[in-house]
Nanobody, 122 residues
Framework: EAQLVESGGGLVQAGGSLRLSCAAS????????IGWFLQAPGKEREGVAL????????YYMNSAKGRFAISGDNAKSTVYLQMASLKPDDTAVYYC???????????????WGQGTQVTVSS
């Protein structure tokens, strides 16, 4: 079964850190690109970072470079998004998703988790 389950969201003060987890089914973790996306209220879903066990170095959108780090745990089939120096503008629902393509376009992602809320207070 193809499954993605996010966890780790919450309320944090500006400047703080959070680590999001995306527990994937083994097939998705082994064979698909796992991406993290965010959707702020009233805005479209946008990509944050990409991870693939098989190939390519991680990819980050400009807004995430230097503050966020994506990584994978092979034993747990889990992809993490470590977020630091959080800003109120980072407030959003964060989703992980799986695609057969190396792409940041959310329309090309076939499987999605339920999302986890991140709220950054000023």
């Amino acid at each position: 079964e193809a499954q993605l389950v996010e966890s780790g969201g919450g309320l944090v003060q500006a400047g703080g850190s959070l680590r999001l987890s995306c527990a994937a089914s083994k097939r998705l973790f082994e064979d698909y690109v796992i991406g993290w996306f965010l959707q702020a209220p009233g805005k479209e879903r946008e990509g944050v970072a990409l991870f693939s066990k098989k190939y390519k170095a991680p990819y980050y959108m400009n807004s995430a470079k230097g503050r966020f780090a994506i990584s994978g745990d092979n034993a747990k089939s889990t992809v993490y998004l470590q977020m630091a120096s959080l800003k109120p503008d980072d407030t959003a629902v964060y989703y992980c998703a799986a695609s057969s393509l190396w792409t940041i376009d959310p329309h090309n992602y076939e499987y999605w988790g339920q999302g986890t809320q991140v709220t950054v207070s000023s």
